[in-house]
């Protein structure tokens, strides 16, 4: 059985590889620093995402985690630091370049449109040819098995079935990327653990490269080829940890348990926790 310090001991930089001339990374942020009025909420963050890799992002709450997600989106600009797409500079046209699917916290469904409508008015604004439309949602509704609710009014379905639509329609606009910010944290256990187990089954048919925002190390570990852990804000990344568990994964697994445990611990350290009462509202891990 694999021990704790040898699995936190897959410690990587992400950028070498491009140094060793294999292929660049799809997402490089380089000394990125990003400011709300006079606050500085990123302070010099270097992260990269590589193609088709599912990223997880954990982070003290109010670390800066979905201001990062908004500039990946093209959402607002960050003052000073490089974004390169592809190896190419993309710091001044990112949004130009890149075609995103978000998926919110919550559903943001609008609820005097139909499902199926929602999706559709998400494939307009990315320009998705509109004899495509129909298929497209037929398809992304039947992969996150609520395409009975395709003419239903969104308010009428259950936060897990609105939230199946929401992933659907970020999938639908065929985007370059995914970004998930906390998509699962307003649904019970039960149901955020269905949710996850779609989504992992989602990645076997899908290469989209995906970054997750979430607070639940559970949950990170369980979704994620790869982890990374923000600082207090002002954000800047402490450690970046691959996470090599054969997939498909499961909770009971011991070495799933064991190298929950690990993380747990590290994270507690770095985030100055380990003083912390049972349960602090910083750190999930179910």
């Known amino acids: 059985m694999t021990t ?21 990374p799809f997402l490089d942020l380089r000394g990125v620093v990003i400011k709300h009025g006079e606050r500085t909420a ?3 963050v270097d992260l990269t995402v590589a193609p088709g890799e599912f990223l997880a992002l954990i982070g003290p709450s109010g670390c800066g985690k979905s201001t990062l997600l908004h500039v990946l989106a093209g959402l607002r600009r960050a003052p000073s630091g490089e974004l390169r797409l592809n190896g190419s500079p993309a710091t001044a046209d990112l949004s130009d370049k890149l075609r995103v699917g978000y998926v919110f916290q919550d559903h943001r469904l609008l609820p005097w ?8 008015i998400a494939m307009k604004s990315a320009g998705v040819p509109k004899n495509e439309w129909d298929a497209r949602v037929d398809r992304y509704l039947g992969m996150l098995r609520v395409g009975e609710f395709r003419d239903s009014w969104p308010m009428r379905l259950s936060g897990g079935q609105r939230q199946r639509v929401s992933i659907a329609r970020a999938l ?6 995914v970004l998930m910010d906390e998509p699962f944290s307003g649904l019970d256990e039960v149901t955020a653990r269905a949710m996850r187990l779609e989504l992992s089954r989602l990645r076997e048919v899908s290469s989209v490269p995906t970054v997750f925002v979430t607070h639940s190390i559970k949950e ?26 054969p997939r498909p994964r499961r909770y009971e697994d ?7 445990a690990a993380v747990v611990a590290d994270v507690l350290k770095e985030w ?4 912390s009462a049972p349960g602090s509202p910083e750190l999930e891990t179910s």
């Open 4 to 24: 704790n310090s040898s699995l936190m001991s897959g410690e990587v930089n992400t950028m070498s590889n491009v140094a060793d001339g294999a292929t660049p």
């Open 42 to 44: 990123v302070a010099g």
């Open 113 to 120: 449109r139909t499902v199926a409508q929602n999706i559709t």
């Open 172 to 177: 639908a606009v065929d985007p370059d990327v």
């Open 220 to 245: 990170a570990l369980f979704l994620a080829d790869r982890v990374v852990t923000l600082s207090h804000g002002p954000a800047r990344v402490l450690k970046e940890l691959p996470v090599t568990l």
């Open 254 to 260: 011991p070495e799933f348990g064991l190298l929950e």
């Open 272 to 275: 100055e926790l380990a003083e």
